[in-house]
T-cell receptor, first 113, second 115 residues
């Protein structure tokens, strides 16, 4: 079974802190994604990566950055956390190009106070 | 550009009744379409996917969906609801080529099943 593991299920951080969300997949997938989930808005793509050290902005990249130094690991960074970044964050991975499903981690519920 | 609209943010059915969750999409390229389910405090799990083979797609847990190009729809159905089907359901569209597997999701539909 494909496994996508997010390092934390719940996080509470203070405004202005630098926050790292880590994601690891064990199936040698090329593509990795970070989505943000908010009630009534569905999932919105923050950033994605299609290869090591390659990254592209998604629909809502402002306030976020990412890092992919190894194929299996994709990190989401909040440089200076703000209360409007309180949300559920979901990491996903998939093979190759379109048509293949994405496999999701359990999610990290981040609260910024 | 691609987009997905799920009609109805909340759907409530009785146990044993038909489940119908609606999804319409917009895509400038032949779409790949997916339905995912999310149980409370969990990630998303794939129910089924359409990738240009048969237009009627069968998935897990007795769900199926029909791709109708003329209506740009991909509605999810299950003949008889079970209490365990209560969850949030997401429709998603992806493109081929250089899309790198990116998916665009709808807003989600919360399904409630009453005894």
């Amino acid at each position: 079974d494909v496994k996508v593991t997010q390092s934390s299920r719940y996080l509470v951080k203070r405004t202005g802190e630098k926050v790292f969300l880590e994601c690891v997949q064990d199936m040698d997938h090329e593509n990795m994604f970070w989505y943000r989930q908010d009630p009534g808005l569905g999932l919105r793509l923050i950033y994605f990566s299609y290869d090591v050290k390659m990254k592209e902005k998604g629909d809502i990249p402002e306030g976020y950055s990412v890092s992919r130094e190894k194929k299996e690991r994709f990190s989401l960074i909040l440089e200076s956390a703000s209360t409007n970044q309180t949300s559920m964050y979901l990491c996903a991975s998939s093979l190759g190009t379109g048509g293949t499903e994405a496999f999701f981690g359990q999610g990290t519920r981040l609260t910024v106070v | 550009a691609q987009s997905v609209t799920q009609l109805g943010s909340h759907v409530s059915v009785s146990e044993g009744a038909l489940v119908l969750l609606r999804c319409n999409y917009s895509s400038s390229v032949p779409p790949y379409l997916f339905w995912y389910v999310q149980y409370p405090n969990q990630g998303l799990q794939l129910l089924l996917k359409y990738t240009s083979a048969a237009t009627l797609v069968k998935g897990i847990n007795g769900f199926e969906a029909e791709f109708k190009k003329s209506e740009t729809s991909f509605h999810l159905t299950k003949p008889s609801a079970h209490m365990s089907d209560a969850a949030e359901y997401f429709c998603a569209v992806g493109g081929g080529g250089t899309s790198y597997g990116k998916l665009t999701f709808g807003q989600g539909t919360i399904l409630t099943v009453h005894p």
